[in-house]
């Protein structure tokens, strides 16, 4: 699959004709929205889990030399915690382009912290057949990567430490994200 999927993510019609559309942000989407919603509201999907699996070549790395950035990989029993915002279809347009670079919108139902209800919505994940994915690596080659990496949207180590700390400001503790930011920590103190 080629680098850039926002052609392939304009083909998804599931969600023709609704007015609006739930969206599941797990990674940058945390801490940063950079489009307008309706809703915003902590939620989680279950049978995934968030890795640092997948390369940045337009973000927090270049072609050249790729960051390390978020996407989900199925496990069975696993709860992946993050945030769902509301959104008209017509954003899909800025975030086909933002998640571009190996990301595809697929549907998924999302639970909301709130009240434990379920909505069908959509989510970006990057599958490992896309031509940016990186793959499983120990965590701490995979902080040393994301320390030594930068690209046009900032330093490969802000992506993480945001992550990381939006995460515990929502009370949740994901293990793989928290393990990078301790090696993380370790290397800045080398």
């Not at 080629?2 to 304009?10: F, L, Y």
């Not at 434990?116 to 599958?127: C, K, R």
Request: hydrophobic letters at 40%.
């Amino acid at each position: 699959m080629t680098h850039d999927t926002s052609a392939i993510n304009k083909t998804m019609d599931m969600f023709d004709g609704h007015h609006s559309v739930w969206l599941f942000g797990y990674g940058s989407l945390i801490y940063k929205a950079d489009f307008p919603f309706i809703d915003r509201r902590p939620a989680s999907i279950t049978g995934w889990t968030r890795r640092f699996w997948q390369g940045s070549h337009d973000h927090r790395g270049t072609p050249e030399s790729p960051g390390r950035v978020a996407t989900l990989i199925p496990e069975e029993g696993a709860v992946c915690h993050g945030v769902a915002y509301l959104v008209t279809p017509e954003e899909f347009a800025h975030l086909d382009h933002r998640e571009k670079n190996g990301y595809l919108r697929l549907a998924i139902d999302i639970r909301f912290d709130n009240d434990g209800s379920v909505e069908e919505g959509l989510v970006y994940i990057a599958t490992a057949d896309n031509a940016a994915y990186l793959g499983d690596a120990p965590v701490e080659e995979i902080a040393r990567h994301i320390a030594a990496a930068s690209g046009p949207s900032g330093p490969n180590i802000e992506y993480l430490l945001r992550l990381a700390e939006s995460l515990r400001d929502m009370g949740h503790h994901d293990e793989h994200v928290h393990a990078i930011e301790e090696h993380l920590a370790a290397l800045n103190k080398a």
